[in-house]
């Protein structure tokens, strides 16, 4: 386990900072970003953690988003903001957009009049809409099992 502090602090800096934007985005109260920043931080914190010990960017997409779920979970009483666009704030920084656009310019470049070197271009924007579909599940995923598993049940 090879792990770079400076990389690691470059990503939680960069996280908290693309949060607290989506926040604001997200009409969350000025008072409120710190959670997003933090929620945001966690989260690409926990991902380059687990991208350094080698893990696919699935897994460990899916690692930070279910870490991001359980801290907001242990956190709701604190703070007076949803908790699911709490989740989504933290963990949007966290969508391959650079995948989704190889992907798409890919797909793109086949509906030309006489492409080159199709299969190819085929195969690799198929590969990078794959980890953009599987890398977005896995952090649905990992949002939804706390969510799950720590509800508080309603007496009837």
């Not at 690409?44 to 897994?59: F, H, I, N, P, Q």
């Not at 604190?78 to 920084?93: E, F, H, K, M």
Request: net charge positive; charged share 10%.
């Amino acid at each position: 386990m090879n792990i770079d502090l400076a990389r690691l602090l470059h990503q939680t800096a960069c996280g908290a900072i693309a949060a607290a934007g989506f926040g604001v985005l997200f009409n969350i109260g000025y008072r409120s970003l710190l959670w997003c920043a933090a929620s945001g931080a966690l989260a690409l914190a926990v991902r380059t953690l687990c991208l350094d010990c080698g893990w696919s960017l699935e897994a460990a997409s899916f690692a930070a988003a279910l870490a991001v779920g359980s801290g907001v979970q242990v956190l709701r009483a604190r703070t007076d903001i949803s908790q699911t666009a709490l989740d989504v704030a933290g963990c949007i920084p966290m969508v391959p957009g650079s995948f989704a656009a190889k992907g798409i310019l890919g797909l793109f470049a086949l509906t030309a009049p006489n492409p080159s070197g199709a299969t190819e271009t085929l195969i690799t924007a198929v590969e990078y809409t794959l980890r953009v579909t599987f890398t977005i599940g896995a952090i649905g995923t990992g949002l939804a099992i706390p969510t799950l598993l720590l509800r508080v049940r309603v007496a009837r």
